[in-house]
């Protein structure tokens, strides 16, 4: 997608559904791991303007997913700030990216989802698929349409009730309820989340009673 913009002089916001994902990517350089067709990846642009920012994009596309879980009764929770959890495993994530060509500025979204994979390779021991938990099997085309319309949907509830969305986020956040491991400025510790700002940021509190205010890139929470 992105290449379409630099290159190709695109305009309009996109779709893309991989079937088959060579080369995935995860935040920080980490690799997304796709089983053939048995996970669903797919990528699509938003334009930005003053009305929606990275951040809301964020919430609005991982409340999508965790929505469809519930809805298979699958226990997810958000692990800040773009995974999806379920059991102590990670099922689902995001990649955000901004770019801006010439006066257009878009967000650049790409999605993993763990359905049919019966198994992953050793190096990713905390990983789980939707099939895993419910031993079903779905199909990846019909999940894709779920979550599109889901994203579109709470796209356009986000535009005119920005508060729900926010609540909402913050109730599915994996941490609020009770301490869990992180690495804080790069020392492990165990944080609560108190609450989280407009632009994405979270007031935390140390098991020290300190109350702090960090980003994404000074803490990364913890499966094990």
Same mark, same amino acid.
């Given at each position: 997608?992105? *290449?379409?913009?630099?290159?190709?002089?695109?305009?309009?916001?996109?779709?893309?559904?991989?079937?088959?994902?060579?080369?995935?990517?995860?935040?920080?350089?980490?690799?997304?791991?796709?089983?053939?067709?048995?996970?669903?990846?797919?990528?699509?642009?938003?334009?930005?303007?003053?009305?929606?920012?990275?951040?809301?994009?964020?919430?609005?596309?991982?409340?999508?997913?965790?929505?469809?879980?519930?809805?298979?009764?699958?226990?997810?929770?958000?692990?800040?700030?773009?995974?999806?959890?379920?059991?102590?495993?990670?099922?689902?994530?995001?990649?955000?990216?901004?770019?801006?060509?010439?006066?257009?500025?878009?967000?650049?979204?790409?999605?993993?989802?763990?359905?049919?994979?019966?198994?992953?390779?050793?190096?990713?021991? *905390?990983?789980?698929?939707?099939?895993?938990?419910?031993?079903?099997?779905?199909?990846?085309?019909?999940?894709?349409?779920?979550?599109?319309?889901?994203?579109?949907?709470?796209?356009?509830?986000?535009?005119?009730?920005?508060?729900?969305?926010?609540?909402?986020?913050?109730?599915?956040?994996?941490?609020?309820?009770?301490?869990?491991?992180?690495?804080?400025?790069?020392?492990?510790?165990?944080?609560?989340?108190?609450?989280?700002?407009?632009?994405?940021?979270?007031?935390?509190?140390?098991?020290?009673?300190?109350?702090?205010?960090?980003?994404?890139?000074?803490?990364?929470?913890?499966?094990?």
């Amino acid at each position: 997608i992105i *290449d379409l913009y630099k290159n190709s002089g695109f305009k309009n916001t996109l779709t893309v559904l991989a079937k088959r994902q060579m080369k995935g990517r995860g935040r920080m350089g980490k690799i997304w791991f796709s089983d053939s067709d048995k996970g669903l990846t797919f990528s699509f642009s938003v334009k930005l303007n003053s009305k929606i920012n990275l951040f809301d994009i964020n919430m609005i596309t991982t409340l999508s997913i965790i929505h469809f879980l519930r809805d298979l009764n699958i226990p997810a929770s958000i692990k800040y700030p773009n995974d999806i959890i379920c059991d102590n495993k990670k099922i689902s994530g995001l990649l955000i990216e901004s770019i801006k060509v010439k006066s257009n500025a878009y967000c650049i979204v790409g999605v993993g989802l763990n359905i049919n994979n019966s198994m992953f390779p050793k190096y990713l021991p *905390d990983s789980t698929s939707v099939y895993q938990v419910t031993e079903k099997l779905f199909k990846v085309d019909e999940v894709f349409k779920i979550l599109i319309k889901n994203i579109k949907q709470s796209m356009s509830l986000y535009l005119e009730n920005k508060m729900s969305i926010k609540k909402s986020y913050f109730s599915a956040l994996w941490g609020t309820q009770e301490y869990v491991p992180c690495l804080l400025n790069k020392q492990k510790a165990s944080v609560k989340i108190l609450s989280i700002t407009k632009s994405g940021f979270l007031s935390i509190l140390t098991k020290d009673a300190v109350v702090s205010t960090v980003n994404a890139n000074a803490i990364k929470f913890l499966l094990s």
